[in-house]
């Protein structure tokens, strides 16, 4: 296989964006990751999409030839693939753009992600992402991912020592790193005592302990890392490209606080690019809720179970820590496109690893990794990048 | 890149089945083609399935996810990926497969693809189908795929010599091969007669013009050609895949009876397997209505712009004739479970190939191709297959 370089990044500003259209938001996302790559339209081979559910919010499939034909590439045919994951859709179209290149089938592929969320209601909103989950064993059953969330919260407070602070915690500090994103949808810190008398979701979870709903697009551009220097002086190379599944239900696990695609996929990353955690110098891990923030870096690896709570506490995954977690605010802060996180997790390493994350730059980040998560844990992609 | 080949492939019957689930339809397929290339579960390396509109037909996303878990493979943790493309999405599916064997990423890689589409009504199935094309300047103006369709063949009837009884011997020619097909929908001969005294549906498209809303699955094991032969005797190359896409709306197209990305993913796939169109032995063609059949066989190349009627009509695209197009009914008389389809493609001519299609068989058979369209042509797959 060919080694794989990002060549380039563009992201939307995540948020409610009612002045703009699915279509549009992929064409912003676009147009900002070739003009930072410094690609035509025309020197595009392939594009890939991640998007969970056009579908439901704004009825629309087909979603690879709409923004083919929206970016302006229809006039060349260039093929155009949407995958779809429920929330890990962005992780899986990166990796899809990376194998496709890696093959050496396509040289220039661009992958994207994208989600328009508020074009229906919160309710429809909310039942669409249900589809993420098991609509015959879960949805019916009246289950919402704050919901089966929340089992994961009680389950793991109930075994592990995790207090309520040091949950909340988890949102404080994506939030203070969202303040320093211009693209975050919340640009604002908050205190504990914010997330501790926010409005109760599903026990224990509170407001402040869930993504949003968001509109936004994200895009990168991949290349044969030996063409990579023709576009760009800072390649970030893709050391590795990983993906697991588990079953779709929480009650079919063998543990539901562990979520075992993660740790399957983090083996299989950390194996593939022969690294282990302690060269890791940041990570974006799939924040829907908190405690899937306090799951995922103890199931890649970074710490014991049961010790994410107080190595929260302590500082570790602060931005000035040893192991900076979310620096781009997380899905909590910096908002979850679904579509799109994925995507915008490989644009915030890259910012990082390239020395353009301003106010949240992370000082000699040399290498990163990405971790997303569709429904509770049935698909998780990670990816390991560096210069 | 490596070289390719299907070791295996298993298909539903067809049909509206009402005592089935998605999920079930899935698992029947991808067991069949499992014992087909004679491999068990835990040696499969990756999984894709093509499926255009779960969300809309059974409100479920995260498909990958899903049939990982019910075949049974989330306890390796398999990565399963969906890929959609409106009824291309089988083309797709197939695609991604032979892309990662191709890298050398992974071995062992089922390409499914399913679609459950009578779990709704009709309105809402035709609603749902309406997602293919462009929703916001087709679908809100209250254009539906047979309006669609019936516009080409407007355009196409006003600027070639193609008579309504030409048309209609073109599913005359599909029922006929249905009838011979053990998995086909519609397994009985129809007369001319039978389709020009149809309902119309959308001038000049009667009843018998259009596929069927139809339930079920099909998948293939692919496997890199060096390793076929652990598997099976009769291993089928995969030649060439291409695919290319094109404006999603009609409106913007150069011209509406050519579709561009069918000529471009024709050529590009003959390019690849360095054949022309006279080394093919059969076709199997996106026949969705009756017009879209006679514009995919002049626009692979098989005859000059305007010719398909007379070929049609003088039996050269009959079973019996020097180019078999659709010997499985194609989508009009085997069915269109819209995700599906490219898969069924793909498995039909893998019985061809390896002399399975009993008395379809067309005798002798070397090379096959398949063409998959998305929409009105906005994304295209083609394949060439031999043995």
Known sequence: MREVAVIGAGCTTFGEKWDTSFRNLFVEAGALALEDAGVSGE??????????????????EHIGALIADYAGLASHHVPATRVEAACASGG?????????????????????????????GTGASVDALAGAADREWEGFAGATFPGLYAMIAQDYMHRYPLTREQLGLVAVKNHYNGARNPIAQFQQEISLDTVLKSSLVADPLRLFDCSPITDGAAAVVVAPLERAREFTDAPVR???????????????????STLDATVAAGRRAFRMAGLSTSDIDMVEVHDCFTIAEICAIEDLGFCRKGEAGRFTEEGITALNGDLPVNTSGGLKACGHPVGATGIKQVYEITKQLRGEAGRRQISGAE???????GGTGATVAVHILGV
């Open 367 to 373: 290498i990163g990794m990405t971790h997303n998560v």
């Open 238 to 256: 893709v050391l590795a490209s990983a993906q697991a599944s588990d079953t779709i239900t929480l009650h079919d696990r063998r543990d539901i």
């Open 43 to 60: 020197q595009i081979d392939a594009m890939y999409v991640g998007n969970m559910s056009a579908g439901r919010f704004i009825e629309q």
């Open 92 to 120: 899986l179209s990166f990796r899809q753009a990376v194998i496709a290149v890696a093959s050496g089938l396509e040289d220039i592929v661009v992958a994207a992600g994208v989600e328009k969320m508020t074009d229906v």
